[in-house]
């Protein structure tokens, strides 16, 4: 089951602040972020590994809500740079193998 | 982070025919995973790679028409078989490193006509 991501899309003038939020139906243990411009492979950006965790990486934050198998990312003061599709990915575990399920993707605009 | 490269960046191909990616890591890892992104959507597993064992692919995804091989740990290739149209996409690997994090390669643009 593929986590869902809202909102689908989003346009911001430089400076202003945006949420993203992606949701799981089935229980999440670990979420990650990743960043991708147009026309690039996607970019690791944080992994939060227990239910309650923040984390940052310069004004970009996120959270994780284990009991509501949420999870948000937090732009602040955006900058141009911030513009592209922002995915979380939910893991799993099969034996020793792992893998990541993607969100369904936020479009994030940034603009002067 | 592990550096990634793939080969061919981009192709164009005729319809029947296949076509053999390449990704290549600077680095051994264990796990290399192989993803379709299609244009606009988010990208989609195709099959997790470990080297000296059997790919393992997801649902939707048969080793008859993406064979994979991982001969060593630096390095493995994707086919994409018996290709249509449907199939005109851009595929990624990507490696799990011990962070847990994945980093991705440049990706493969597919155009089959």
């Known amino acids: 089951q593929q986590p869902v991501q809202s909102p689908q899309a989003v346009i911001l003038r430089e400076g202003e602040d945006a949420v993203i939020n992606c949701s799981s139906s089935?229980?999440?243990?670990?979420v990650h972020w990743y960043r991708q411009k147009h026309g690039e492979a996607p970019v690791f950006l944080m992994i939060l590994l227990k239910g309650g965790e923040q984390k940052g990486h310069e004004k970009i934050s996120a959270s994780f809500n284990e009991k509501k198998q949420q999870s948000s990312l937090y732009l602040t003061a955006s900058q141009l740079s911030y513009s592209g599709t922002y995915f979380c990915g939910t893991p799993s575990y099969t034996g020793t193998a792992s893998k990541l399920t993607f969100g369904t993707g936020t479009r994030l605009q940034v603009t002067l | 982070s592990a550096v990634i490269s793939q080969k061919p960046s981009r192709d164009i191909c005729q319809r029947g025919t296949s076509l053999t990616i390449q990704c290549q890591v600077d680095?051994?890892?264990?796990?290399m995973f192989w993803y379709r992104q299609q244009p606009g959507q988010s990208l989609t597993l195709i099959a997790t790679?470990?080297?000296?064992?059997?790919?393992?692919?997801e649902s939707g995804f048969v080793i008859d028409k993406f064979p994979i091989s991982r001969p060593n740990l630096t390095f493995s290739t994707l086919t994409v078989s018996n290709m249509s149209p449907e199939d005109s996409s851009i595929y990624l690997c990507s490696v799990e490193e011990e962070s847990l994090a994945q980093f991705f390669g440049p990706g493969t643009r597919l155009t089959v006509l």
């Open positions: 790679a470990n080297q000296g064992s059997e790919a393992t692919y």
């Open positions: 680095s051994q890892v264990t796990m």
């Open positions: 089935k229980a999440l243990y670990s």
